[in-house]
Structures are given as structure tokens and as C-alpha cells.
């Protein structure tokens, strides 16, 4: 994504409901289907890229040495 993408990502991720309502209706007047699925791509592509993200939080989290923690919780296990 380039700064083009993001200013126009930061303008749907904080505009106002009433200001993205007028502009959501300017775009439906205009015909500029084109539009409304570039904002959709952009906010596709922020969502992919909070996802992975995501999963290299979880990925680094899994590497921890939780070896401590198992053998204390192992006491707890049913038999």
C-alpha cells in the first residue's frame, strides 16, 4: 500500500459517520462504482495486513519456554 492508499484508508477509517454517509452518497450520484471498491480493497488490505500482524504476535508467543507453567499445571490434571 502507498501513501496515496493510506491518506485515503486514514480518511474512511476516520471520517465521521455523517461525513462518510454524504461521501458514500456523492459516489452512488456519480456512478463511481470504481471508487466504492477501491475503499473496500483498501480496507481488505488493512484487515490482511492486521491479521499477519496477528499471527506474528501469536507466532513470537509461541516460542516462549512455558515448561514452568505446564509442570505446575500438570498437578491439576485429571487422571
Known sequence: MNDHDRKNLEFLITAS???????????????????????????????????MELLEIFDEESEEDVSDAAAYLKKFQLR
Open 17 to 51: 459517520p455523517k461525513v462518510l454517509q454524504d461521501w458514500f452518497d456523492t459516489m452512488i450520484a456519480q456512478g463511481e462504482d470504481d471508487d466504492l471498491c477501491y475503499a473496500m480493497e483498501l480496507v481488505r488490505a488493512a484487515r490482511n495486513e492486521l491479521e
